[in-house]
């Protein structure tokens, strides 16, 4: 039996080892992974939460909110802090509809530490109680959209929950509208059960820029009722609108709606349609710009049908809708929209040749328009054209696909003496202080043709607008320079006879262009299919309701005399030269009405004004005269044939 002095011995050298063994344990934990466990410990009790920020506004180029995200509040009492318990207990009853006893129980047991109301609540209901100690109000957000389907499809929707953009502009644009989170951190207890712990806020949420938009909220409303009660008369399947300001190139309207009146998918920026005689005036611009054709040129556009061969033994057939006889200039094609004469015209120009200026003003290629999934449009590269077949299509505005918004790009550098803008959607970009951190500027895309041949092309257009023209329909106070169209659709491949999309591209006013309008009507079946019959008079609607808007996009003080004026090809009309017009007005009586019978236009060229407007009134037409001294032209030409009571424009000098 071993002696007590060593038994003690031995228990002393086991109670030192296991001691030691406990101080290093104690250490590695410590000094090892003490940094570890620590970060454990407290990830176990806390847990960390995203605050969201406030998407940013988006407004038309006016102020109004076409898109804004709208604080709603949560409220959350940590019981410790309060200092006047009756009251809160009342505005909690009175403004958050809590019940009373719920919350005197929660105060007397002391538990929950922080209750917690999710509402959500309004900014009215949270005003007083937020004002208490103890008392704190957490900010969610949820998008709106205050102008309820107002250019809907353009801005576009965010998805559940709001945090990110779905489509539209609100899918482009989603880096610059979405603001950057916050983060704050919870308490959780051992059974994993959150609690929010106010006061701890690691980061405050920053909210996103606002984006202004060259939309006009007033324009748009204007197209959209517009386009719906025309597609509800003409019984069509559906149509597009668009209004541009070929000034700077800022997009003021778009609109698409479905047959039942409702927004459809952006077609006039996703969709491709074939633009039928509305494309003419491009391929008269690459004749004139190439020195192809001039003014006294003509072609034989053999009564209405013309018969050619293609390729060897191959023919085909070309049909006028409005049959011309004899010969005619390229002036007159443009004006009765002869498919013969620009099919013959356009054998003057090289497949090359054809492309490029198609090209030059823009088809082809998407415009960069800040929209998701734009389309580029078809145009067929020329060694891919089937001799006979495309030039003359082309001419005529088929085998090509564009968008409504290419169009009025495209026309947009008529109106702006032959130099292509870039479109936008964009105007202003703004930090939530309002700084202003990008406005849009004039983006010049390439001069297409030089400005004397777009004001040739103009003074064609305004031709075609006039009442001896396809567009007629289309004249406002004003003037409008324009062009119709009305072309067969494609069905499985193939083109399907009675169904048409009718078109009119127009340049308003006439003077000091401000607006270009393209409007579409897809396959209208109540009887009137032409652009000039459906798609003009809509255009006409369109701007006269503009006019007569309390706040609009048209600068009326420039409108205030209401005279036509086409641009005089021998004397272009400059923006940066900026020639005054002088009008003159005759105190002479009311025209007499419609005779309904055609009546010949008398050459007054060389008369007075007042001769020249004597002698048109003698033959029962309308009078408006531009300038002063004598007459040079009229529009409608001398020797057309208009009816009595229509309106005859004199321009002198």
Same mark, same amino acid.
């Given at each position: 039996?071993? &002696?007590?002095?060593?038994? #003690?011995?031995?228990?002393?050298?086991?109670?030192?080892?296991?001691?030691?063994?406990?101080?290093?344990?104690?250490?590695?934990?410590?000094?090892?992974?003490?940094?570890?466990?620590?970060?454990?410990?407290?990830?176990?009790?806390?847990?960390?939460?995203e605050l969201l920020a406030r998407r940013g506004t988006i407004f038309d180029r006016g102020g109004t909110p076409l898109a804004h995200s709208l604080p709603k509040f949560q409220v959350q009492i940590a019981l410790r802090e309060v200092t006047d318990t009756q009251r809160l207990i009342a505005t909690a009853a009175r403004d958050l509809r809590i019940k009373a006893d719920s919350l005197r129980r929660s105060f007397r047991r002391g538990k929950p530490l922080y209750p917690f109301f999710g509402g959500p609540f309004t900014s009215g209901q949270v005003e007083a109680i937020r004002r208490l100690r103890g008392v704190h109000v957490y900010t969610l957000y949820g998008r709106a959209y205050p102008r309820d389907d107002l250019a809907r499809p353009i801005v576009g929707a965010v998805e559940a929950g709001g945090l990110r953009g779905q489509s539209g502009l609100e899918r482009s644009l989603d880096s610059i509208l979405a603001g950057k989170p916050g983060r704050r951190t919870d308490l959780r207890d051992p059974s994993g059960k959150v609690f929010e712990s106010p006061g701890r806020v690691e980061r405050e949420p920053v909210a996103g820029n606002d984006v202004v938009l060259t939309i006009d909220a007033e324009l748009q409303a204007i197209a959209e009722r517009a386009l719906a009660l025309a597609i509800k008369d003409a019984k069509a399947e559906g149509g597009d609108v668009v209004f541009m300001d070929p000034r700077n190139g800022e997009l003021l309207a778009l609109a698409s709606l479905t047959e039942s009146g409702t927004a459809a998918t952006p077609s006039m920026l996703t969709g491709g349609f074939q633009p039928g005689s509305t494309a003419k005036p491009f391929t008269a611009a690459a004749l004139l710009a190439l020195g192809r054709v001039d003014s006294a040129e003509t072609v034989d556009v053999e009564n209405g049908k013309w018969t050619f061969v293609t390729s060897g033994t191959t023919t085909r057939v070309i049909n006028d809708d409005h049959p011309e006889k004899g010969s005619i200039t390229l002036e007159r094609t443009i004006q009765v929209?002869?498919?013969?004469?620009?099919?013959?015209?356009?054998? &003057?120009?090289?497949?090359?040749?054809?492309?490029?200026?198609?090209?030059?003003?823009?088809?082809?290629?998407?415009? @960069?328009?800040?929209?998701?999934?734009?389309?580029? @449009?078809?145009?067929?590269?020329?060694?891919?054209?089937?001799?006979?077949?495309?030039?003359?299509?082309?001419?005529?505005?088929?085998e090509l696909q564009i968008t409504a918004v290419?169009?009025?790009?495209?026309?947009?550098?008529?109106?702006?003496? @032959?130099?292509?803008?870039?479109?936008?959607?964009?105007?202003?970009?703004?930090?939530?202080?309002?700084?202003?951190?990008?406005r849009h500027?004039?983006?010049?895309?390439?001069?297409?043709?030089?400005?004397?041949?777009?004001?040739?092309?103009?003074?064609?257009?305004?031709?075609?607008?006039?009442?001896?023209?396809?567009? @007629?329909?289309?004249?406002?106070?004003?003037? /409008?320079?324009?062009?119709?169209?009305?072309?067969?659709? #494609?069905?499985?491949?193939?083109?399907?006879?009675?169904?048409?999309?009718?078109?009119?591209?127009?340049?308003?006013?006439?003077?000091?262009?401000? #607006?270009?309008?393209?409007?579409?009507?897809?396959?209208?079946?109540?009887?009137? /299919?032409?652009?000039?019959?459906?798609?003009?008079?809509?255009?006409?609607?369109?701007?006269?309701?503009?006019?007569?808007?309390?706040?609009?996009?048209?600068?009326?003080?420039?409108?205030?005399?209401?005279? #036509?004026?086409?641009?005089?090809?021998?004397?272009?009309?400059?923006?940066?030269?900026?020639?005054?017009?002088?009008?003159?007005?005759?105190?002479?009586?009311?025209?007499?009405?419609?005779?309904?019978?055609?009546v010949l236009i008398p050459d007054v060229a060389g008369s007075t004004i007042r001769a020249a407007a004597f002698a048109l009134h003698q033959r029962g037409f309308r009078v408006r005269i531009e300038g002063t001294g004598r007459a040079l032209r009229t529009i409608p030409a001398a020797g057309d044939s208009l009816a009595a009571g229509k309106t005859v424009v004199v321009y002198a000098q």
């Open positions: 039996m071993a &002696k007590p002095a060593a038994r #003690i011995a031995t228990l002393q050298v086991a109670l030192g080892l296991g001691l030691l063994v406990v101080m290093g344990r104690a250490g590695w934990l410590q000094l090892v992974k003490g940094r570890e466990f620590s970060k454990a410990a407290v990830s176990q009790r806390t847990v960390s939460r929209s002869s498919n013969i004469g620009i099919a013959k015209f356009s054998q &003057k120009l090289t497949p090359e040749e054809h492309y490029e200026v198609l090209r030059s003003f823009g088809f082809g290629a998407a415009t @960069g328009v800040e929209f998701p999934s734009e389309a580029g @449009g078809l145009l067929p590269r020329p060694d891919r054209w089937r001799a006979g077949y495309t030039g003359p299509s082309l001419a005529m505005g088929y290419q169009l009025a790009a495209a026309y947009g550098a008529f109106a702006n003496d @032959g130099v292509l803008l870039a479109p936008t959607l964009v105007k202003e970009i703004r930090a939530p202080d309002g700084t202003v951190l990008y500027e004039t983006e010049v895309v390439r001069r297409a043709v030089s400005s004397e041949i777009a004001a040739r092309i103009r003074s064609f257009l305004a031709e075609a607008a006039s009442d001896s023209g396809t567009g @007629g329909r289309a004249q406002v106070r004003g003037g /409008i320079l324009g062009k119709t169209g009305t072309a067969l659709q #494609i069905v499985n491949g193939r083109y399907e006879p009675g169904q048409y999309r009718a078109s009119f591209a127009g340049i308003y006013p006439a003077t000091n262009p401000q #607006i270009v309008a393209v409007v579409t009507i897809d396959r209208p079946h109540a009887g009137q /299919i032409y652009g000039g019959q459906v798609a003009a008079p809509l255009t006409a609607a369109m701007l006269r309701q503009a006019l007569a808007a309390r706040e609009s996009a048209l600068d009326r003080h420039a409108l205030a005399d209401a005279s #036509i004026e086409a641009p005089n090809p021998k004397q272009p009309s400059k923006r940066e030269e900026a020639a005054t017009v002088t009008t003159a007005r005759l105190p002479v009586t009311d025209a007499p009405k419609p005779a309904g019978k055609p």
